[in-house]
C-alpha cells in the first residue's frame, strides 16, 4: 500500500497562500493519481483536484481554478497543493489521497494523515 | 452541478444490519461512477472501505459489502459493532471538470 506522509498544520492571513506537501513512497509507476480532498470544521469531505504523478496530468474543481496549482515533483516523490487568495472559508483539514486506475478499476485506497490549513 | 446524496444519519442496533445508499443527481449510478465508500472517524483521515461499487480491500472487514441498488450505491453493514460508529462517504466519478464527488456522509450510530 502506497504511504502518504503531509506536511503540518500552518496559520495564514486572509489574502496569503499556503502550500501543502504530500510525500508518496512505493507509489505504483503506472496507474496512479493523487487527489487533494478537503474538510471544513464539522463538514464533509471536498475533491479539490489532483496530479497524475506519472504522466503529469492535473485536474481541479472549477471553483477552485484560478486560485489552485497542484503540482509534482518526480525527484523527492511529493506532490504539492498551493492555493492563493486565501480566505476564511478556506479554513479546513487538507488530504492527499491516492487512486490506483486501470481499466475499469478507480480505488482509492491510500489517505495522508491530513494538514490543518487555518484562515484567520 | 451534480449533488451525491447520502442519508445523514441512521441508527443500527449492535448486532444488526444496516444499508447506506448514494445517489447522484445527474441519474442512475451505475459501476461507471466508479463507487468507492469510506469510514471516517473523528480525528482521522477517512479509511477506504470498497471500489468499484463491490470490491474490498484487503483490510475492510468482511462484514462490509458493497452493492448497486435501485440506481444507487449501496453500503451494507451485517453485524454491527460499537466499533462501526462514524461517519460514512461514498465517492462517485462523472467524468467531465468535475470528475469525482462526495456526498455529503452518513452519521451512522451504532446504538
Known amino acids: 500500500q502506497v504511504l502518504l506522509v503531509q506536511s503540518g498544520a500552518d496559520i495564514k492571513k486572509p489574502g496569503a497562500s499556503v502550500k501543502v506537501s504530500c510525500k508518496a513512497s512505493?507509489?505504483?509507476?503506472?496507474?496512479?493519481?493523487i487527489h487533494w480532498v478537503r474538510q471544513a470544521p464539522g463538514q464533509g469531505l471536498e475533491w479539490m483536484g489532483g496530479v497524475d504523478p506519472n504522466i503529469g496530468v492535473t485536474r481541479s474543481a472549477p471553483k477552485l481554478q484560478g486560485r489552485v496549482t497542484m503540482t509534482w515533483d518526480t525527484s523527492i516523490t511529493t506532490a504539492f497543493l498551493d492555493l492563493t487568495t486565501l480566505t476564511p472559508d478556506d479554513t479546513a483539514v487538507y488530504y492527499c489521497?491516492?487512486?490506483?486506475?486501470?481499466?475499469?478499476?478507480?480505488?482509492?485506497?491510500?489517505w495522508g494523515q491530513g494538514t490543518l490549513v487555518a484562515v484567520s | 452541478q451534480t449533488v451525491v446524496t447520502q442519508e445523514p444519519s441512521l441508527t443500527v442496533s449492535p448486532g444488526g444490519t444496516v444499508t447506506l445508499t448514494c445517489s447522484s443527481s445527474?441519474?442512475?449510478?451505475?459501476?461507471?461512477?466508479?463507487p468507492n465508500w469510506f469510514q471516517q472517524k473523528p480525528g482521522q483521515p477517512p479509511r477506504a472501505l470498497i471500489y468499484n461499487a463491490i470490491d474490498k480491500h484487503s483490510w475492510t472487514p468482511a462484514r462490509f459489502s458493497g452493492s448497486l441498488l435501485g440506481g444507487k450505491a449501496a453500503l451494507t453493514l451485517s453485524g454491527a459493532q460499537p466499533d462501526d460508529e462514524a461517519d460514512y462517504y461514498c465517492?462517485?466519478?462523472?467524468?467531465?471538470?468535475?470528475?469525482?464527488?462526495f456526498g455529503g456522509g452518513t452519521k451512522l450510530t451504532v446504538l
Open positions: 512505493r507509489y505504483p509507476l503506472t496507474g496512479y493519481f
Open positions: 489521497a491516492g487512486e490506483t486506475y486501470r481499466e475499469n478499476v478507480k480505488s482509492f485506497d491510500s
Open positions: 445527474t441519474g442512475p449510478v451505475t459501476s461507471s461512477s466508479f
Open positions: 465517492l462517485l466519478y462523472h467524468g467531465g471538470p468535475r470528475p469525482w464527488v
